[in-house]
């Protein structure tokens, strides 16, 4: 498979790391834009950043949401002879589903469809699944087959086939999704994929890593497998304990704007999420935020004052991660230079692309920890 490589370190192969190169296309909402449907597709599909992390859906369904900004995704294979899917690694959300032959919505007929019937190891389940979307849903049935991610065939893998999907999802580049958090909120109980990775003794190390490049249309992003690439981060590490174990949740302290606290006063809930591409945060948090660092319309501010724009910093664990305004200053070309800090109304705040760009992240279910670093 010519999408899957090895990096392995100098001391011995069993040191070996499985690497999923991750691409960054042209996001949905560009796409819009571009065809001057943006305006229109906002108010029909309004983004919910918060909709899978809401507490009536941990188990049963999993919610997802509309996210037009995002852009990373690589490719797996399901199947013998393969077929292959373009996904977005999600760390906020635990099942694994595609497009199938039986979909006949809009949104399938512009992506690959995976066809059972074209599979000499696929086992079908039956078991519906219905994964609620902020303004859709993608429902359809449960089967197995082999899975390859990075070379690595994770067999009898539970995944889901889909049957219909939310019309957004057409504007969307990537076919499906591979949740990467916990089972415990996975939808009908599927083992999520990291898990059989696990049990089957297919990585090194019980733990992945992500590191996302920042050059837009720049290759070089990827998601580890079984281990860490010292090439991709600056040490040290900062290893950060769970708070709950069904997504990666974490503690953060404050977050300060020019050495002053301005949101997140005395503690806060944070998820590291690589299936959000904005930090999301409370309505009031989020309005400070973007008025001090500049806002002079909705998440819009001026392109020439960037390189005066101040930093803003999220203290964990008693440590700084700090993002200069080029790392939460981005440019479109249709609506000028935005933020990367986005209202999600609810007091939990979501770390997702904008935060994870300038930090390496490591999840650890050996530990049950995340460790961030500054990336390279």
């Known amino acids: 498979m010519k999408w899957a490589f090895v990096v392995c370190a100098m001391v011995a192969l069993s040191e070996c790391l499985v690497q999923v190169p991750l691409e ?32 009536r859906f941990a188990v049963g369904t999993q919610p997802t949401t509309n996210d037009a900004n995002m852009a990373y995704y690589g490719i797996i294979s399901i199947g013998t002879p393969p077929q292959n899917f373009k996904v977005v690694f999600d760390t906020g959300s635990s099942n694994l589903w595609v497009p199938s ?12 469809k995976f066809d059972p019937a074209a599979s000499s ?23 197995y087959d082999t899975v390859t991610v990075g070379g690595i065939a994770v067999k009898n893998q539970i995944f889901g086939l889909s049957k219909t999907e939310a019309t957004y999802m057409q504007f969307m580049r990537t076919d499906g999704i591979l949740g990467l958090a916990y089972p415990s909120i996975s939808v009908a109980g599927a083992t999520p994929l990291f898990d059989n990775m696990m049990k089957q003794g297919l990585v090194n190390e019980d733990l992945f890593s992500v590191y996302l490049n920042a050059q837009p249309r720049h290759k070089g992003s990827v998601v580890i497998f ?12 900062t290893w950060i304990p769970l708070s709950s174990e069904r997504f990666w949740q974490i503690t953060m302290d404050s977050v300060s704007v020019n050495g002053q606290v301005v949101a997140c006063n005395g503690g806060c809930q944070a998820i590291v999420d690589t299936g959000t591409s904005l930090v999301i945060g409370p309505q009031s948090d989020i309005d400070t935020i973007n008025r001090l ?55 939990e705040w979501i770390l997702g692309d904008v935060f994870l760009r300038h930090f390496y992240s490591i999840y650890s279910r050996a530990q049950n920890m995340v460790g961030l670093a500054k990336a390279r």
């Open 101 to 112: 032959v039986y979909c006949s919505s809009p949104a399938c007929n512009n992506h690959a």
């Open 226 to 237: 079984g281990g860490v690439d010292p090439n991709h981060y600056i040490a040290p590490i």
């Open 24 to 55: 960054r296309g042209q996001t949905a909402r560009e796409l819009l834009e571009e065809q001057g449907l943006w305006e229109e597709y906002k108010l029909k599909y309004p983004y919910n950043p918060m909709a899978k992390f809401d507490e």
């Open 293 to 347: 660092v500049g806002e002079i319309g909705e998440m819009t501010v001026n392109c020439d004052e960037i390189p005066q724009m101040p930093d803003v910093t999220f203290h964990i664990q008693g440590h700084e991660f700090t993002l200069p305004s080029t790392a939460y200053i981005r440019q479109t070309k249709h609506y000028g230079c935005l933020t990367g800090f986005d209202r999600g109304g609810h007091s």
């Open 121 to 143: 190891t696929y086992r079908q389940d039956g078991t519906p699944v219905n994964i609620r979307y902020g303004t859709g849903s993608m429902t359809g049935i449960l089967g």
